[in-house]
């Protein structure tokens, strides 16, 4: 079994900076791509971030870019979320995301196999 632990999360003012962490530990576990997400109260979780392995490539949702940064360490299976200008609206638990192998989509839900049990991060006004 695949474990995928979250950490970093916490209060911060409007236009703080935070970083998550998120360790993949269990079985061999050979990684495809890593992933946050966030789902606020009231909403569906939706896509934040997500790192493919191979080549490096990173994705973002629309909302965070230019101000959120995913970067890992794939020996590891360990990956960052570096949280800058946070806004009031970032508030949400965010979760960690992993597969080992192409599933779908890397902005969808299907496209993961392993989740965490979310980190909450709040940023006050």
């Known amino acids: 079994q695949v474990q995928l632990v979250e950490s970093g999360g916490g209060l911060v003012q409007a236009g703080g900076s935070l970083t998550l962490s998120c360790a993949a530990s269990?079985?061999?576990?050979?990684?495809?791509?890593m992933g946050w997400f966030r789902q606020a109260p009231g909403k569906e979780r939706e896509f934040v971030a997500a790192m493919r392995w191979s080549g490096g490539t990173t994705y973002y949702a629309d909302s965070v870019k230019g101000r959120f940064t995913i970067s890992g360490d794939n020996a590891k299976n360990t990956v960052y979320l570096q949280m800058n200008s946070l806004k009031p609206e970032d508030t949400a638990v965010y979760y960690c995301?992993?597969?080992?192998?192409?599933?779908?989509?890397?902005?969808?839900?299907?496209?993961?196999?392993?989740w965490g049990q979310g980190t909450q991060v709040t940023v006050s006004s």
């Open positions: 269990g079985r061999t576990f050979i990684s495809y791509a």
């Open positions: 995301a992993a597969t080992a192998y192409y599933r779908g989509s890397l902005s969808s839900l299907n496209g993961y196999a392993y």
